[in-house]
């Protein structure tokens, strides 16, 4: 009897010890696991991209003064110009009619003027001869009076014909600039980049100037860059800028921001915008442009540009990822924060440690001090008791 009750004691005993085995095991299977992240040296930069287009810094629109047809185009798109290059040649006829009719106007109030003066002479002598006979009562008064008034009328003629002749030259020059309009002459060095007119087109400038031709200096382009409105206020007159194209051109083209236009493109002329009236809402952007250089040709008009602004950067930097951060009460001030991440020890235990940061991005930041490199900063939190997930797919 004795030994059946020891022997129920050793089972239960047993028993007893394969729960507590249990719970351990248990135990150590539920242990908190964590994902981490090593802390790293690398480059880091602070930045707020952007899509931009292309566009010659200096260009100029050449167009035509005078109407008639086009009887040369001296250039096509493309065609290297110096400035005073000769660009379009217009029908000068009816320019040239109205040059021959001012010249002969002008010939014909000479020959006025010269009759007049002669008059004019005529018309002193006389008076000169009546003011002797005066001296002498051999004539009357009325006949001197009568000799200053055709004296006095006589050169009045002449300062009228002379005034008509002032009139007709500066009408005449105007005729004769109208006349030079009809040969257009390239206004800067270039290279042109688009033709709008044919030989043969007939142009009307009666109501507004026909635009020919755009002229461009191509040895220095101007990157037009659409901010948009969240983060134009964070990109500065003089920040570094730089850009790539698309194709197979990878080179990075670098810049400093000229100007931020103060206005959306496209703003209308009053306070009411046709898209606000809308009721649509529409993305804001603003230009910030910067040049850049291209004596080697390589970027042309038009071309789509992948802009990045630099706020800030540093190399060889110790880096962890955003996630890893958790809020902390205090704050420094400029760009360092400071911050807690929780650090994973040897002993499998995790430990918050507070951070200085430097420059921060949407998925890294740079620590200051605080950590060292290969420390494992938690990312995050893997619950035991669920599946994995990842397994789901595998075969």
Not at 82 to 111: F, N, W, Y
Not at 301 to 312: H, I, Y
Request: net charge neutral; charged share 25%; aromatic share 4%.
């Amino acid at each position: 009897m004795k030994s059946k009750t020891n022997r129920r004691l050793a089972i239960l005993a047993l028993l007893v010890l394969l729960a507590a085995s249990f719970q351990i095991w248990r135990n150590l299977q539920l242990k908190t696991l964590y994902e981490t992240s090593p802390v790293t040296r690398g480059d880091i930069e602070a930045r707020v991209t952007a899509l931009g287009v292309l566009q010659p810094r200096s260009y100029v629109d050449v167009g035509a003064q005078v109407s008639g047809v086009i009887q040369r185009l001296a250039v096509q798109p493309g065609s290297k110009v110096a400035k005073g290059d000769l660009l379009v040649e217009i029908d000068p006829s009816v320019q040239q009619a109205t040059v021959d009719a001012g010249r002969a106007a002008l010939a014909m109030l000479r020959a006025q003027l010269a009759e007049q003066k002669v008059q004019h002479r005529l018309a002193t002598q006389q008076l000169e001869r009546q003011r002797e006979l005066a001296k002498c009562d051999a004539t009357r008064a009325e006949d001197v009076q009568v000799a200053e008034a055709g004296a006095a009328s006589a050169a009045a003629r002449v300062e009228s014909i002379l005034a008509q002749i002032a009139q007709t030259e500066a009408a005449q020059r105007a005729d004769e600039v109208r006349l030079g309009y009809t040969r257009i002459y390239a206004p800067m060095s270039g290279t042109v980049i688009s033709v709008d007119a044919r030989e043969g087109q007939t142009l009307n400038v009666t109501f507004q100037t026909a635009s020919l031709l755009r002229i461009a200096d191509l040895s220095s382009m101007t990157v037009w860059a659409e901010v948009s409105e969240a983060d134009v206020r964070r990109v500065k007159p003089d920040l570094p800028a730089y850009f790539t194209t698309l194709g197979g051109d990878k080179r990075r083209w670098q810049g400093k921001v000229r100007q931020i236009l103060p206005a959306p493109p496209g703003t209308g002329r009053t306070a009411d915008d046709s898209a606000a009236s809308a009721g649509a809402p529409k993305v804001v952007v603003y230009n910030a442009l910067f040049d850049v250089d291209n004596r080697d040709g390589a970027l042309m008009p038009r071309m789509t540009a992948q802009v990045s602004f630099v706020e800030a950067s540093t190399s060889r930097a110790l880096i962890i990822p955003v996630s890893a951060l958790t809020p902390s009460d205090a704050q420094a001030d400029g760009t360092q924060t400071s911050r807690k991440v929780r650090v994973l020890q040897s002993s499998g235990d995790a430990k918050d440690v507070a951070v200085n940061l430097g420059i921060q991005t949407r998925v890294q930041a740079e620590v200051l001090s605080g950590l060292k490199e290969g420390d494992l900063v938690i990312t995050g939190e893997i619950d035991p008791t669920q599946p994995d997930k990842s397994k789901e797919f595998l075969p």
